[in-house]
């Protein structure tokens, strides 16, 4: 009955951090008319370095000792990586540009955007965010020695952090060099298709979820492999954000036919060879 009531609080007060990040910034964000959706990138690449501490620090906590360090640095690694792409993307300012997708839903609801975002993008993340880190729960409250699997679950995680940094890098130097194109007044490249966007369409949504089901193997491994369900969900929402950039592109005119030729030739998510161009 302890252990219950100690789980329920812990499940009661894991959103505060998430409601008082919403209201400190409400305030500044309406009187500025901007959306405070643009806080949303940045809140993910600080949250589950937080739980990481907070799991290895609490004091019913008991785990090996190697793991969780491993575990720590990994999820610092990660973090790192992820808050460097987000300042690189906005131009190493502070919500420098918004989701087109919090954008388009912006202007679909107009005024009452601003009550609804709490619930359709702060509520909802809080809740993928414990889910995803579930692993990492998982790690510190169970003590066994490492054995083979957890070097599967660092080379599993560490791939996905080295795979989405190169991609991210990747796309940024394309969307830099378009920019550069465009202001001189030169023909842009229409797709991304070298590098590893050779082999994927989207190679940095693999790169990131090879890091979440990595730390799932780190928990699978500790016999609690009920903690996928937070990695699954998140990767069937990615699916579905996949749908929705596909379609964007296009209702692009300029990039949609290339752009059918190269979902024709290139794997969605898993890096593969690229299928022969139908004639």
């Known amino acids: ?139 510190h409250f169970v003590d066994m020695p490492l054995n083979i699997w957890d070097f599967v679950a660092v080379l599993v995680c560490g791939s996905g952090v080295v795979i989405a940094y190169y991609a991210d890098t990747q796309l940024h130097e394309f969307v830099s060099r378009n920019q550069r194109l465009k202001e001189a007044g030169k023909p842009v490249v229409i797709n991304l298709d070298t590098g590893l966007w050779q082999y994927s369409r989207h190679p940095n949504y693999f790169g990131e979820q090879l890091w979440w089901w990595g730390l799932v193997v780190f928990a699978w491994n500790l016999g609690q492999g009920w903690t996928f369900v937070g990695s699954l969900v998140n990767t069937m929402c990615l699916a579905y954000v996949t749908i929705l950039v596909e379609e964007r592109m296009l209702k692009q005119e300029y990039r949609a036919e290339a752009y059918r030729m190269y979902q024709k030739t290139t794997s969605v998510w898993i890096p593969w060879f690229k299928k022969h161009k139908s004639t």
């Open 1 to 139: 009955m302890g252990k219950n009531l100690n789980k329920a609080i812990v499940a009661i007060l894991a959103p505060i951090p998430s409601i008082i990040f919403y209201l400190s910034f409400l305030n500044k964000t309406q009187q500025n008319g901007e959306s405070l959706s643009i806080m949303i990138d940045l809140y993910w690449t600080v949250i589950p370095v937080m739980l990481v501490h907070y799991y290895a620090t609490h004091p019913l906590a008991h785990y090996n000792y190697w793991r969780s360090i491993i575990v720590v640095v990994l999820t610092w690694v990660w973090s790192l990586r992820l808050t460097h792409n987000y300042f690189r993307r906005e131009n190493w300012q502070w919500g420098e540009r918004e989701d087109w997708r919090f954008t388009d839903l912006g202007r679909q609801y107009g005024q009452n955007w601003w009550w609804m975002s709490f619930f359709a993008v702060y509520a909802s993340q809080q809740v993928f965010l414990i889910g995803v880190c579930l692993p990492i729960y998982a790690v």
